[in-house]
């Protein structure tokens, strides 16, 4: 504030300064033309009154003094001074929101996290998979794992779709990884056992079925197992020899 007042008083001298300028200019180019009209005039004598007038140095002084002030009057005009802007920018408050933009970023939808991802996902798979379309639900247990691969239930599900597709190698390794990631699920250590009964490791097999009865006694029922996770009439068929040796 304190320089915007200064730069007011100077702008009103440099005006004052030009505007004397300016007269004095005009006065100064009058005088030259009444000279040149008298040296084109015809020679007659005249007496006239004697008049005092400025010296031509004092004019020429003014008419520069006013060029001056202009050319500083223009120079603020279109260079604010930068005291001047950091005071302007002092004085400057933060604009209010707009309620639209307020009400835009009020609903604007929340990104789902990689887990919530991996869980719609791995839902859609089980509704392929339950429905028998083993392809299908392999391509989205893929898709869970690829958008959170600390997820474990996409590797158990997508290990019981290369079960039923033949590829058992692939879904002992994919069984291993899921209890790696959540050593209590029964349902890894069924499938597990389940599939290691099938290429003849019947030690680790009954291991491993026996920790999933452990973990859930449920494991032992073939009807439960169909109802509520889904396993299919043929690998309920391969761990029948399980349940026959461990459920009493």
Same mark, same amino acid.
């Given at each position: 504030?304190?320089?915007?007042?200064?730069?007011?008083?100077?702008?009103?001298?440099?005006?004052?300064?030009?505007?004397?300028?300016?007269?004095?200019?005009?006065?100064?180019?009058?005088?030259?033309?009444?000279?040149?009209?008298?040296?084109?005039?015809?020679?007659?004598?005249?007496?006239?009154?004697?008049?005092?007038?400025?010296?031509?140095?004092?004019?020429?002084?003014?008419?520069?003094?006013?060029?001056?002030?202009?050319?500083?009057? !223009?120079?603020?005009?279109?260079?604010?001074? +930068?005291? $001047?802007?950091? %005071?302007?920018? #002092?004085?400057?408050?933060? =604009? &209010?929101?707009?309620p639209l933009v307020g009400a835009m970023v009020a609903h604007t939808p929340t990104l789902t996290t990689p887990r919530e991802?991996?869980?719609?996902?791995?839902?859609?798979?089980?509704?392929?998979?339950?429905?028998?379309?083993y392809a299908a639900a392999e391509v989205w247990f893929q898709a869970a794992i690829s958008a959170d691969p600390s997820y474990?239930?996409?590797?158990?599900?997508?290990?019981?779709?290369?079960?039923?597709?033949?590829?058992?190698?692939?879904? !002992?390794?994919?069984?291993?990884?899921?209890? +790696?990631? $959540?050593?209590? %699920?029964?349902? #890894?250590?069924?499938?597990? =056992? &389940?599939?290691?009964?099938?290429?003849?490791?019947?030690?680790?097999?009954?291991?491993?079925?026996?920790?999933?009865?452990?973990?859930?006694?449920?494991?032992?029922?073939?009807?439960?197992?169909?109802?509520?996770?889904?396993?299919?009439?043929?690998?309920?068929?391969?761990?029948?020899?399980?349940?026959?040796?461990?459920?009493?």
């Amino acid at each position: 504030m304190f320089f915007s007042i200064i730069r007011l008083a100077a702008g009103a001298l440099a005006m004052e300064l030009f505007i004397i300028g300016l007269v004095f200019g005009l006065m100064a180019m009058r005088m030259f033309m009444r000279m040149f009209r008298r040296s084109e005039a015809p020679v007659v004598v005249v007496h006239w009154p004697e008049r005092r007038s400025a010296s031509p140095g004092c004019l020429r002084f003014f008419v520069v003094l006013g060029l001056l002030a202009g050319g500083f009057i !223009i120079s603020s005009h279109f260079w604010p001074a +930068q005291a $001047d802007q950091q %005071s302007l920018g #002092a004085t400057m408050r933060p =604009a &209010t929101p707009s309620p639209l933009v307020g009400a835009m970023v009020a609903h604007t939808p929340t990104l789902t996290t990689p887990r919530e991802g991996a869980e719609e996902k791995n839902r859609t798979g089980l509704a392929l998979f339950a429905g028998g379309d083993y392809a299908a639900a392999e391509v989205w247990f893929q898709a869970a794992i690829s958008a959170d691969p600390s997820y474990y239930e996409p590797y158990n599900n997508l290990a019981f779709c290369l079960y039923e597709r033949g590829d058992i190698e692939r879904a !002992i390794g994919l069984w291993h990884t899921a209890l +790696q990631l $959540d050593p209590g %699920s029964p349902d #890894a250590h069924a499938g597990l =056992a &389940t599939a290691l009964w099938m290429v003849g490791q019947h030690h680790e097999a009954q291991q491993s079925y026996q920790r999933a009865l452990e973990l859930q006694p449920l494991y032992g029922n073939a009807d439960w197992m169909a109802q509520a996770r889904y396993w299919s009439p043929k690998i309920l068929a391969d761990s029948q020899p399980l349940r026959g040796r461990l459920v009493l």
